[in-house]
C-alpha cells in the first residue's frame, strides 16, 4: 500500500532528507581532508622535535668529547718525559678544567706503565691522575690501578680494547652522599698507532631532565631520552628516569625491539595503542663522535590530541548544516500550510533542489504578487546562496583559504559557520608557518653549534689558522660580507694591545697586521665594555673613523666580545649588507662564548708547547750524551769480545796444527814410499824416514834446510830440481815420471816420482810435495 503524505509533510521530508546527505558529504569530505592534515602535520612535527632534541643532546655531548680528544691527542708526548715534569703541565691543564667547566665531574686520565716505562714488557698496569671539584677546591688524585692484571668487566678494559672513542652508558655518580645520574667521555691515548690510555671527562647527565621535560609539541606528548643499554636518562615523568625501558615500556620492547634499534642507532617511526589511544611514536638515534655506544630520543604523542581541533571545526560545521536544515525545515512546514495546488511548480522545483540540483536555469519566476512569488523569490535566492556557499566550501576544500565569502544576511549562520572555519584554518596555518620560521632558525642554530664544534677542534696549536677558520666560518654561516678577529695581546702587561689575527671579506682571506689600543675605536670599547655592540644605519664614512675593518660602507656592524668566565679573551667583529636578526645575534654571542674557550686552551697548548720544546730540547742534550757514553761502552765491550773470539780461534787452530802435525810425523815415520817437502827455495823443509835412508842422512836436521846437491849425483840432482821448479811454475802436478836413482852402495834402480805443487788460502804455490817410490 502506499504511503500518502501531506504537501507540507512531502516537503518537509524531502528537504530534510536531501539536507542531511549534501551534509553527510561534505562532512565527511572536510572531515576526512581535515583529519588527513592534521595526522601529516603531527608526523613531521614530531619528526622536527625529535631530531631537534636529538641534535641539541648531540651537540652538548660532542663539545665535551671534542675536550677529551684535545685532552688525549696532548698526551701522546707522556712517554718521552719523566713524571714529574708532565704533572707540572697536565694538573694545570685539569685544575683549569674542572674551574671552568662546572658541568665536568671529574677530569681524568690513565697512561698504561708500558708506555712510559722503560723495559715494562706486561700489558696490564697504569697510573691514573682525577681531577675533581669539592666545596670550592680542587682535588687532583693519583692511584696505579691493575697492577696484578686487567678487569674484564671494567669500562676501562672495554675501552682499551676497543681503541676507539666511547660514550658510556649512563651510570650512579656519588657526590657528597647524593647520588646522580652520569656518563664518561673517553678517547684513546695513542702512540705509534698503539693503545697507551685513557683521556677523558665523567659528567653529569642531570641537565637533560630539563630540557626533556619542555619538549611538548602536544598535550600529553611523552619524551624519553635513553641510553645504548635500554637505561632512560630523562624522561617526561621524571619518576621513570633510571629505569630500563624493559619496565616502562614492555609492549613496545617487545614488539618494535627498541633497545636493538638504539644500540645499532637506527631511525624508526611506528604507531601503537595504550588504554585504547592510538600514539605516534618517534625514535632518533643519537651518535656521539666514533663511539660504538649509541642513544636515542623517544617522542610519542597521542593521535587524539592531534585531531582535537580538527574534529572541533568538524562538529561545528555539522551543527550549522543542521540548524540549517532545522531553520528550512520549519519555513518550508510554514510554507507549505498555506499553499495547496498552485504551487505544483514551485513544489517540483523544490523537489529538484532536494536532490541536489541547484543549476542556475532552474530558477522560476512567479509574478503573483503574493507569497507563492515570494516563495519563488526565496527558492530563487536559496538556489544562489547554495552554489555560493557550495562554492566557497569547493574552495576551502581545495586549500584557498584566503577565497573570499560574503554572509547572505547578518542571520547566515551556515555562511558564519563556514568563515569562522576559514579563520581557523587560516589561523592553523599562520600557526605552522611561524613554527616552521622559530623551528628552521632553531634548526639552523643548532647546526652552527655543531659546525663550530668541528671547526673549534682544528689546529689547536696555531693560534693564526684557528683564527682564520673561526673568522672565515662565521662570516659564511651569518652571511656577512667581511669580519675580522682581535686577540688580546699580554705579552707585554703594560702595553696591552689588541691584535687582528685574522680577517676574512667577499670570500677571501685578507692578511691585514693592525693592533687596535683598549679603548680605542669600536674594537676596544667592546673590550673595555665587555658587551656586544650592534650598529645600523652606518654613515659612509663612520666606519672608516670608529671600525677596525677597513673603509667599506655596510649597513650593519656587529661587535662580540669573546668571553670566558669574565674575561675577554678578544674581540669578533663584523659587517653586513643586511640588519643582523635576534636569532643571529644571539647565536654569535653563543658561539663567542665557545671561541674564548678554545682561544684560551690554545694559548695554554701553545705555552705548554714552548715548555715542552724547551725540556725536549734539554732531554736530548742528555739523551745525546748518554748514546755516546753508550757506544764508547759497545765499542769497548765489541773490543774485548773480538780479541776473546780470536784467542779462542787460535787455541782451536793450534790445537789442530798440533792433531795435523801428529798425523803428518806418524806418515813419514810410517811410510814405505820416501816423502818429502820442499820450498820455493829448493830446501829441504820434512822428510820421511824412508826418504832419509835415500838420502843416505843420519838425521832430518842434517836434512832441513839442504838441497839434492848435498846428498846425490850432480847430473841426478839437476833432474830432480828442474822437475820440481817446472810444478812450481805451472802450479801443475807430475805423476808418476821414471826416474834413475843411484843409491849409496852403488847400485841404480829405477823409481817413480810424483811432485806436487803446496798452495796456499790466496792461491800461491809456497813450495812443492814429492813422493819416490823405488821399484
Same mark, same amino acid.
Given at each position: 500500500?502506499?504511503l500518502k503524505l501531506r504537501l507540507g509533510a512531502k516537503l518537509l521530508l524531502y528537504v530534510l532528507s536531501t539536507s542531511a546527505v549534501i551534509m553527510l558529504v561534505i562532512g565527511l569530505f572536510i572531515g576526512f581532508r581535515i583529519n588527513k592534515i592534521a595526522r601529516d602535520n603531527a608526523i613531521k612535527i614530531a619528526q622536527n622535535e625529535a631530531e631537534k632534541t636529538a641534535y641539541k643532546v648531540? !651537540? ?54 708500558? $708506555? ?15 681531577? *675533581? ?19 674484564? @668487566? ?38 705509534? &698507532? ?23 609539541? *602536544? ?21 621513570? $628516569? ?11 620492547? $617487545? ?60 562538529? *561545528? ?28 511548480? #514551485? @513544489? ?21 504578487g503574493d507569497e507563492l512569488e515570494e516563495m519563488a523569490q526565496s527558492t530563487n535566492k536559496l538556489i544562489d546562496g547554495l552554489n555560493y556557499t557550495e562554492q566557497f566550501a569547493r574552495e576551502i576544500g581545495k586549500g584557498k583559504l584566503d577565497a573570499d565569502f560574503k554572509l547572505l544576511s547578518d542571520k547566515d549562520k551556515l555562511g558564519m559557520a563556514l568563515i569562522e572555519m576559514q579563520k ?8 605552522? =608557518? ?29 693560534? =693564526? =689558522? ?60 667592546? *673590550? ?86 724547551? #725540556? ?21 765491550? $765489541? ?39 820442499? !820450498? ?7 822428510? !820421511? ?6 838420502? &843416505? ?79
Open positions: 500500500m502506499k648531540k !651537540s652538548e655531548l660532542e663539545l665535551d668529547m671534542g675536550f677529551t680528544r684535545s685532552l688525549a691527542d696532548a698526551l701522546y708526548i707522556y712517554p718521552k718525559f719523566d713524571t714529574i715534569t708532565l704533572d707540572s703541565i697536565f694538573f694545570n691543564i685539569l685544575r683549569n678544567q674542572v674551574i671552568n667547566n662546572p658541568r665536568y665531574l671529574t677530569v681524568w686520565y690513565s697512561i698504561e706503565y708500558s $708506555a712510559y716505562k722503560p723495559g715494562y714488557t706486561k700489558n696490564y698496569g697504569r697510573r691514573s691522575v682525577t681531577a *675533581y671539584l669539592r666545596d670550592g677546591d680542587v682535588g687532583i688524585d693519583i692511584e696505579h690501578k691493575n697492577v696484578t692484571g686487567d678487569i674484564v @668487566t671494567s669500562n676501562y678494559y672495554g675501552s682499551k680494547t676497543a681503541n676507539v672513542e666511547m660514550l658510556i652508558d649512563p651510570y650512579t655518580f656519588d657526590i657528597g652522599g647524593n647520588e646522580v645520574l652520569a656518563t664518561s667521555l673517553s678517547v684513546p691515548v695513542r702512540v705509534n &698507532g698503539r693503545f697507551a690510555g685513557l683521556g677523558g671527562v665523567d659528567i653529569s647527565l642531570e641537565k637533560f631532565q630539563n630540557e626533556v621535560e619542555k619538549i611538548k609539541p *602536544y598535550p600529553n606528548t611523552h619524551v624519553s631520552l635513553i641510553a645504548g643499554e635500554g637505561t632512560i636518562i630523562a624522561d617526561t615523568d621524571p619518576d621513570n $628516569a633510571r629505569q630500563n625501558i624493559t619496565v616502562i615500556f614492555p609492549e613496545d620492547e $617487545a614488539s618494535q625491539k627498541l633497545t636493538e634499534k638504539i644500540k645499532e642507532g637506527r631511525y624508526d617511526m611506528y604507531f601503537s595503542y595504550v588504554d585504547g589511544n592510538e600514539l605516534l611514536n618517534i625514535l632518533t638515534p643519537i651518535e656521539v663522535g666514533e663511539s660504538p655506544v649509541k642513544w636515542a630520543i623517544k617522542l610519542s604523542i597521542p593521535l587524539s590530541e592531534v585531531v582535537v581541533e580538527a574534529r572541533r571545526s568538524i562538529f *561545528y560545521t555539522i551543527l550549522v548544516f543542521l540548524l540549517g536544515v532545522i531553520l528550512q525545515s520549519v519555513v518550508i512546514w510554514f510554507i507549505a500550510r498555506k499553499i495547496s495546488k498552485p504551487v505544483t511548480k #514551485t @513544489t517540483q522545483l523544490l523537489n529538484q533542489i532536494a536532490q541536489g540540483d541547484i543549476s542556475d536555469d532552474k530558477k522560476i519566476f512567479v509574478s503573483t581557523n584554518l587560516v589561523r592553523a596555518k599562520e600557526m605552522e =608557518e611561524q613554527r616552521k620560521v622559530e623551528e628552521k632558525q632553531q634548526i639552523w642554530a643548532t647546526k652552527g653549534m655543531a659546525i663550530f664544534g668541528d671547526v673549534l677542534r682544528q689546529h689547536s696549536d696555531n693560534l =693564526e =689558522e684557528l683564527s682564520y677558520l673561526v673568522i672565515k666560518n662565521l662570516v659564511s654561516y651569518t652571511e656577512s660580507v667581511q669580519g675580522g678577529l682581535f686577540v688580546v695581546n699580554e705579552n707585554d702587561p703594560q702595553d696591552i694591545t689588541l691584535d687582528m689575527s685574522a680577517s676574512y671579506a667577499y670570500n677571501r682571506r685578507k692578511f691585514l697586521e693592525k693592533s687596535i689600543l683598549p679603548n680605542e675605536g669600536l674594537v676596544g670599547r667592546c *673590550y673595555i665594555e665587555g658587551k656586544t655592540i650592534l650598529m645600523t644605519n652606518i654613515p659612509k664614512d663612520y666606519i672608516k673613523i670608529t671600525s677596525g675593518l677597513g673603509e667599506d660602507s655596510p649597513r650593519c656592524l656587529i661587535v662580540v666580545p669573546l668571553k670566558v668566565n669574565d674575561v675577554v679573551m678578544g674581540v669578533v667583529e663584523m659587517a653586513s649588507l643586511n640588519v643582523y636578526e635576534s636569532y643571529q645575534v644571539e647565536f654569535i654571542e653563543k658561539i663567542a662564548g665557545s671561541i674564548a674557550s678554545t682561544l684560551s686552551n690554545v694559548k695554554v697548548n701553545i705555552r705548554t708547547a714552548e715548555l715542552l720544546a724547551k #725540556t725536549q730540547l734539554q732531554a736530548e742534550e742528555m739523551k745525546a750524551q748518554e748514546e755516546e757514553m753508550r757506544q764508547n761502552m759497545e765499542e769497548l765491550h $765489541a773490543t774485548q769480545e773480538e780479541m776473546e773470539r780470536k784467542r779462542q780461534e787460535q787455541e782451536v787452530i793450534q790445537a789442530q796444527l798440533k792433531h795435523d802435525k801428529a798425523v803428518l810425523n806418524s806418515f813419514l815415520s810410517h811410510s814405505s814410499d820416501a816423502v818429502y817437502q820442499k !820450498s820455493v827455495d829448493g830446501g829441504y823443509q820434512r822428510v !820421511s824416514t824412508s826418504m832419509l835412508e835415500l838420502l &843416505g842422512a843420519d838425521s832430518i836436521q842434517d836434512v832441513i834446510g839442504m838441497d839434492e846437491h848435498s846428498f846425490m849425483p850432480a847430473e841426478q840432482a839437476n833432474e830432480l830440481m828442474r822437475l820440481e821448479a817446472d810444478v812450481v811454475k805451472s802450479g801443475s802436478p807430475v805423476i808418476d815420471k821414471k826416474m834413475n836413482f843411484s843409491l849409496l852402495d852403488g847400485s841404480v834402480k829405477k823409481a817413480f816420482v810424483s811432485v806436487f805443487p803446496v798452495i796456499d788460502d790466496s792461491g800461491q804455490v809456497f813450495g812443492v810435495l814429492g813422493i819416490v817410490k823405488l821399484k
